[in-house]
């Protein structure tokens, strides 16, 4: 049964730093896209990060976040520095249908249950 577990979300203020961490069951992370979504209240779902054999970041990332995966396996962190108030969200990681990577929640088949990220002063 596949199952993604995120961790590393808490409250932190403006300028601070968070490591999120996505562990798989079930499949083996190396072989599939893995990417982190995130859903701010009244908003809808957007990809933050992806990676595959190449990585990708949203336009609105301006590389303050590092995707990457761990030595360990089958976990996927996202490195994420500088935030500011509008990163406040619950932040997924999910696993790709396809064999590239991917911005869109369509292309993604199976869901972390989320984990949340506050920053505030």
């Known amino acids: 049964q596949v199952q993604l577990v995120e961790s590393g979300g808490g409250l932190v203020q403006p300028g601070g730093s968070l490591r999120l961490s996505c562990v798989a069951s079930?499949?083996?992370?190396?072989?599939?896209?893995i990417a982190w979504f995130r859903q701010a209240p009244g908003k809808e779902r957007e990809g933050v990060s992806c990676?595959?054999?190449?990585?990708e970041y949203a336009h609105f990332v301006g590389g303050r976040f590092t995707i990457s995966r761990g030595n360990a396996k089958n976990t996927v962190f996202l490195q994420m520095n500088s935030l500011k108030p509008e990163d406040t969200a619950v932040y997924y990681c999910a696993k790709g249908r396809l064999d590239r990577c991917s911005m869109d929640p369509a292309d993604f088949a199976s869901w972390g249950q989320g984990t949340q990220v506050t920053v505030s002063s």
């Open positions: 990676i595959a054999s190449t990585t």
């Open positions: 079930g499949f083996t992370m190396d072989y599939y896209p």
